[in-house]
């Protein structure tokens, strides 16, 4: 055989060898095809938070609601109706009724109305939702003079960019004569990088009137988060 020959079967062997390294690298470097639109999307950097602009969630309330500014720090635990001596156990619990612990100020309001008492909040408070809390406290209880309850976690709402959680509690007031009055609250938190914001809507489980349901607190809660990010 010629060295002519030899030659050109020798090539044609670097091209074969070639083309199995670069499909073997394509396959081993190209793209995840895991990936997806909403995964690059949800990386995006969000909009700042400009706490001025939840007056603008109120436009989700039912009619015949009257609305109030709050005034100085709200948490969900202000909310639910415990003063200001309350303690919870697990221990650890505290960080979800009181997201924003130690903020000076937040922004927000309450309505009342036939369907219960509904608040929107936000404080600036850095940090991200803890998932060992979350682990721990699938069910916890909380009380304050008088009062005490069972806060239940539930499914949450998504919101982009954030982290939420959704909480059920049910609360007992022991009045004067040994008489109980029980509340029931809806609550929904999201954590927005430097704020955290909620929605409480608070029901009592002995009125008359239709009460406002899980639904509308996420709802509210969505259009909160939107608000806030203009």
């Known amino acids: 055989m010629s060295p002519l020959v030899d030659r050109r079967r ?19 470097c190209g793209t995840d095809p895991g990936s997806s639109l909403s995964d690059q999307s949800s990386s995006e ?27 100085g720090p709200v948490g969900p635990i202000t909310a639910w109706g415990y003063g200001a001596q309350w303690t919870t156990a697990p221990e650890r619990c505290a960080a979800l009724g009181d997201p924003a612990a130690g903020a000076t100020r937040s922004d927000g309001w309450s309505a009342s109305g036939p ?3 509904v608040y929107a909040v936000v404080a600036a408070a850095p940090g991200e939702l803890d998932p060992a809390v979350i682990d721990e406290c699938g069910r916890w209880t909380i009380s304050g003079g008088r009062t005490t309850g069972t806060v239940t976690l539930e499914p949450a709402p998504p919101a982009d960019g954030a982290s939420t ?31 955290v914001a909620f929605v409480a809507v608070v029901t009592d489980p002995g009125s008359p009137n239709p009460q ?8 509210l809660l969505t259009e909160t988060v939107s608000a806030l990010r203009g």
Do not use: K
Not at 15 to 27: F, H, K, P, Q, Y
Not at 46 to 66: C, F, H, K, Q, T
């Open 45 to 71: 950097e969000p909009a700042e938070i400009n706490p001025a602009r939840i007056d603008r969630a109120r436009s989700v309330l039912p009619a015949g609601y009257e609305v109030t500014d709050l005034v």
């Open 115 to 117: 369907g219960g008492i």
């Open 10 to 28: 020798a090539a044609d062997r670097c091209v074969v060898a070639a083309a199995a390294v670069l499909m073997i690298c394509v396959s081993a």
């Open 212 to 219: 406002l349901g899980s639904d509308f607190a996420a709802h």
């Open 165 to 195: 959680i959704a909480m059920a509690t049910s609360s007992a007031t022991v009045v004067e004569g040994g008489t109980e009055t029980l509340s029931h609250a809806q609550t929904v938190t999201a954590y927005l990088g430097d704020h």
